[in-house]
């Protein structure tokens, strides 16, 4: 939102306060003006006396620069302590940026923004300034320190602003013979591809105020005059054109260089592709070229949460700074035989976060797939080793639900039955067997439990007061449906048994099956099935006996989308009341930052593979196993959800959902999500809404498709490309339409996003 | 090497020049001096006027306080400038080291090691003092900045600290009552778990040094006196004790929550698992709490390159600051569909670098197990399109080598033949044909390629007059053994597919099959496998013709270990003279910080997954695709890489190779190795040395097993341990001994390392 291609739009950082930021943006306005271009100076916050404001000083020297400042105070010390009105955040940048738009189209060329004192001096809220004009992402100039300690502070000043995304275009500062900074950061920007342009300094102040105006003159017109600001002025002019242009090109080349996962490359041009130049909070910064007149960059929501990463906010400076700071201490340190402070705090953490009396121990890969095939390899061998199955003869089988996906390396694949995802996939062999199960949606305003094609064994489909209710197992466990399932579920199991089917483990995907199409399953067939397998473990050995260990079969619990409050929830697992005896995590666990996965498992599941044999351990082990930067960025994560869970972050929404619910459960106990229940039960109503539901950060909504859905459906297409041109990034799974929020997405965000949803599909 | 039990030794950083640095530290000795504990101050480098040099400070106001200087210049401005004489950098490390050791053998209580400038305020040698330092990484007291700016300087001084994995502290600084920076800072550094102390200010000179002298005493006296001072000096002490009991208590802790990768647990005790404090440039810190009264931290050797990872050292700042920079930019942006900075310029940079005009196309993933199963599925698909198979009903086969691993994911571990590896792991199924292959080894100072169990049909084992000569295929293919190596292929290929075996694609690591056991492949056997495969397609399919794109079978190479500088060169393919169908890279990729991996192809294998079905597609992709931190951090490496190559970084190595080998090849084909060949040829020499090699960063020991080495041999444990007691820290693949060095090693640790090695073999 703060790119055009007639106008360089800078933003002026210090150092240090008073290290002349206000003279070198004179001169550059000065210099470039002389040349014929316009110059346009912006003060958003100005504090002290007024005939020292720094605009003033531009219009007085500036020789016809336009000048504004938005807020002006008297008090010359750091706005946030200046401040007597309500500046809103978000105001400030809005109000920055239609400046820069109206100097846009008034055919401005340059135009600087200038902050106050240094980089992180706090702006008129208190948040340091490199954080409250981040989301503008202004391309920087810095102006270095020339005193005394001044090439340390510079240098610090320059990394507090690498480590929030900006670009650094050029480092000015006034030479000072004596301590010869310039030279000293021109070598170390040099190695940056920073050009450093030392300027001579001011003139003293002298008494006469007209003979002080003299002076400043002459020095503005002798600096101004001078090759070097020319020069810089121009490489200015070149590194805007080639960041243009490298925009320009960037789909193309994507185009002619990328395989794209997931991705059907036939058909597919260089304008499909989006160009992301940098996204901040809820919102990718995104390229388009095609109108030239206008702002080159527009925010777009990232409605899929980057395919369901996001939870802190794209661009967190503390993450960023957790990442570097693990880098720093450590890089990399391998894990076999060693332990490190984040690896083990991780470990700590998780096990606290998931309360779950089974799990004891965790295992560490790098995503939610290898964490699953983790996952199968501990379950497979646990039940192989109890029940004395020969692994090489017989073929072990996976019990779970149609629909499922654990990700894309082959053993995994191996875990759900055949579909469009592994149809081609040579070496895919489904081995398991996959329940078809009721289904959870609003349809017309009611919740509803649909059976599908099961009504003939599971009955008619239940509808539910609220969503709250249908949630409610405690007293569901005890309701005919739940006969009905397990009965089902029961004989289903034997059926395969007798038929010489030996299940190894079972696999779920807690309430939601995510990349099978945001299947949101009866949570109560979900706990009848681990309460069948659980129960009559000798429905899969003869000689098995109920356990308080694992008993019937190891139960894994895909959390990778699912846990991590996506759901609201620390654990989906807590909706069922179930205690699986392995879970992994993986996406939201680095606060969508870096690739990571845990494996957590019960004592009785890691002392299978312990014994003299090297062999039996199990041999798994990736080059980067718990990364040092992964685990602490995950610290830190799970650190801040936890502060944020206690201090009711989520309240409003939670009363919210409260409200529309009819049943009473205690605080604990509530079903909740970011999207209003009004916009749940609206949206429902809608004719060509087939069913929606809500439930934490998720949204899904599926329209009707007279060929029936499924991957190929084309049917939520339509409502994608509405969103699209309201700049907001979807994804959709067939006929469903999802929308993902992060922890921290605004209320007025999704309010805005409801609002579109309404009239997109009015 | 800075961590003691009865001694607190900390770090004096200052946010800013003049902020009082010299002050605080007087009032922290003087204070705890006054809790009759003993304090001494350290000055490494001092500046300007003897006479106000800070220990001379310390001296007059410290009651009692030991100072010491190491090296005083008299000039007032930074070290860099002043400096007159050659400082080392590791001397001046060691020097403090030494000094602190020995105070705390004297028995003294606290010590301040207090710097010049500010964070970065370069040193003696001109380089940043946070820099210069971190190899100690004291705990920090950082100094902040009260003056106009000062909140800003303190802040960014603290991000610099941070990411180089420092550990602030405590945060002093005087207050000021019309800024109030300490109530902002206070503010700050609470929500950073870190407590800031504002310190009342130091009076203003006097005329009388006297008058002054008694002024500063008395303002000594007071704050020393007060509560402020005595509750942070309490804290202090319980933070160094904190640290100690967690310290004490990790290798316990990971032995109770940890299950690690590639270990067997049974007969482990927490004594075994290695407590990492940090790491740098090649060097953990590591944790013993064996002696209370000696250091508790001591360097070791990072000899297996963090398992093959390292590159650019451990904890290398520029790294760290590349992946802050590109989570601030971007945090993870999802890549489907999208296309951002570090991911198009590493498939720009990567498609430069391997310099195979085969590659075309860039698909990502997290590492190099899912990255090869990628690659699988990209070859085996294009086979079986080409040859007309139905890979639900055919079993499609991988060629290869005996001893190859390719990860540890299930699909991956099935290019494998059976092994101790996948033996017990339930669902593995090899799949392919895998060849015996000549070994590459010096024995008794002659380069030999030995035929094994294959000398019937591939003749007598060959020698060489250099390591060199072994490589200098172009020769070797007119060979009468290259007629016998590709004889003995055909004919093996054409007995599989008689016997109805369909292959798919050939897979191999070139060079060096790492995780197999160190084997060195005659590189001449693995360029005559690819000629046979690429030039007798009819031998995989009756109307299989010779073709300029992909000819007989794909061609996979796993370089993943093996590339980007790992042996030498940017490719391992580029030792056999072969360009593959298919690459895969991953551990150096991102200089050994994050997972990342890549898998590059051929247009012509992109184009088979191209067709109006989306179920064509390579329905891959895992949720941190192409992740920007990895991105960034991979493209920064391979450019330092780049750049070192230019620059002629190794090019002692390379001529001291040069110098021992017979044949004159041009400056790109020199083989060549950081050890250096008088090293190889001498322990070649030794008794209980079976062969050695070695390549690039890679030195690979066989020690003699009287039961034949394998993985489960414990032939090498001797020389392990030996290493370990000197603190280099190595793992072992059954016989075999392995040392890996980083491409950044200093010349000066691999003759050490050398002579340890001489000597614990003599």
């Known amino acids: 939102m703060t790119l055009w291609r007639s106008l360089r739009a800078l933003q002026v950082y210090g150092a240090n306060t008073d290290v002349g930021k206000t003279i070198v943006s004179t001169i550059l306005c000065r210099s470039i003006q002389r040349q014929n271009q316009r110059a346009a100076f912006l003060k958003p916050v100005s504090t002290g006396d007024l005939s020292e404001a720094d605009d003033g000083h531009l219009r007085r020297f500036g020789a016809g620069t336009v000048t504004r400042c938005l807020y002006q105070f008297d008090e010359p010390v750091s706005p946030h302590l200046a401040v007597n009105e309500d500046i809103n955040d978000d105001t400030l940048l809005r109000r920055i940026s239609s400046t820069l738009s109206d100097w846009h189209s008034t055919g401005i060329n340059l135009s600087l923004v200038e902050t106050a004192g240094g980089v992180h001096s706090p702006g008129p809220n208190g948040n340091s300034q490199a954080d409250l004009y981040r989301p503008l992402r202004l391309p920087i100039v810095l102006i270095a320190d020339s005193r005394l300690g001044g090439i340390s502070s510079s240098i610090s000043a320059y990394e507090s602003l690498v480590l929030r995304g900006y670009d650094v275009q050029s480092v000015l500062l006034f030479r000072d013979d004596y301590y010869q900074n310039h030279r000293y950061l021109r070598d170390y920007f040099e190695r940056k591809n920073i050009s450093l342009r030392p300027l001579p300094g001011p003139p003293g102040r002298e008494e006469s105020a007209a003979r002080d105006e003299e002076n400043m003159d002459r020095y503005y017109e002798g600096v101004a005059r001078g090759d070097d ?12 054109k080639e960041r243009l242009e490298r925009l320009d090109g960037m789909a193309d080349r994507a185009h002619e260089l990328v395989w794209y996962p997931f991705t059907q490359h036939q058909g597919m041009t260089a304008k499909d592709i989006g160009v992301i130049d940098s996204a901040y909070g809820d919102n990718f910064q995104v390229y388009s ?30 993450l960023s700074l957790s990442a570097a700071y693990a880098a720093g201490r450590y890089g990399h340190v391998m894990f076999a035989g060693n332990v490190h402070e984040p690896a083990l705090q991780l470990a700590e953490r998780l096990l606290q976060t998931l309360d779950n009396p089974r799990l004891q121990k965790v295992f560490y890969t790098d995503n939610g797939s290898t964490g699953m095939e983790v996952a199968v390899k501990m379950g497979l061998r646990a039940a192989s080793v109890r029940y004395g199955w020969d692994a090489r003869q017989d073929s072990i089988q996976i019990l779970g639900l149609k629909g499922s996906y654990h990700g894309d390396t082959m053993g995994v694949m191996d875990c759900s039955e055949p579909s469009t995802y592994n149809q081609k996939v040579e070496w895919y062999r489904g081995r398991g067997y996959w329940f078809d199960f009721p289904l959870v949606t609003m349809v017309n305003g009611v919740w509803k439990v649909q059976m599908g094609g099961l009504g003939d064994v599971l009955g008619s489909d239940l509808e539910f007061s609220s969503l709250q209710a249908v949630f409610d197992l405690d007293a569901r466990v005890r309701s005919e449906a739940a006969q009905r399932y397990r009965e089902f579920i029961h004989r289903s199991i034997q059926e395969q048994v007798q038929r010489g089917v030996k299940f190894g483990a079972l696999i779920l995907e807690p309430v939601l099956l995510g990349a099978g199409g945001m299947l949101f399953c009866d949570p ?4 009848c099935l681990v309460d069948v397998v659980r129960s ?20 894994i619990f895909d959390e990778v989308f699912t846990g991590l409050h996506r759901l609201g929830r620390r654990t989906a697992a807590s909706f069922l009341g179930v205690h699986p005896d392995i879970t992994v995590n993986a996406k939201l666990l680095t606060g969508g930052l870096v690739p990571l996965c845990t494996t957590l498992a019960s004592k009785e599941i890691f002392d299978v593979f312990s014994s003299p044999e090297k062999s039996d351990a199990l041999l798994h082990g990736h080059s980067y196993t718990a990364h040092a930067v992964g685990c602490q960025v995950a610290v830190d994560t799970l650190q801040t959800m936890a502060t944020m869970e206690r201090g009711g972050f989520w ?5 919210g959902w409260q409200e529309a619910g009819a049943v009473d459960q205690g605080q604990d106990q509530i079903v909740w999500s970011l999207w209003s229940p009004d916009l749940v039960t609206d949206l429902s109503r809608v004719e060509s809404v087939e069913g929606i539901f809500a439930l934490g950060t998720v949204l899904s909504i599926s329209l009707r498709d007279a060929a029936g859905g499924g991957y190929t459906s084309t049917a939520a297409k339509g409502l994608q490309q509405k969103l699209s041109a309201a700049n907001v990034h ?20 999704l309010r805005a996003l409801e609002d579109l949803l309404r009239r997109s599909l009015a």
Do not use: C
């Open 289 to 318: 070229k095609s109108d030239a007149q206008n702002e080159q960059l527009r925010p777009a929501f990232d409605g899929s949460a980057s395919w369901w990463t996001q939870g802190l906010g794209h661009g967190n400076p503390d």
């Open 730 to 749: 979807s994804r959709v799974l067939g006929n469903v339409l999802y929308l993902m929020a992060s922890l921290t997405t605004q209320p007025a965000s």
């Open 651 to 655: 309240e409003a929404y939670r009363r």
């Open 229 to 240: 600001i020319a020069s810089l002025l121009e490489e200015m002019g070149e590194k805007h």
């Open 536 to 555: 009559q473990p000798e429905l899969f050995h003869p000689t098995a006996q109920q356990s308080d260990g694992w008993s019937g079969l190891p139960v």
């Open 524 to 527: 109560l067939f979900q706990r």
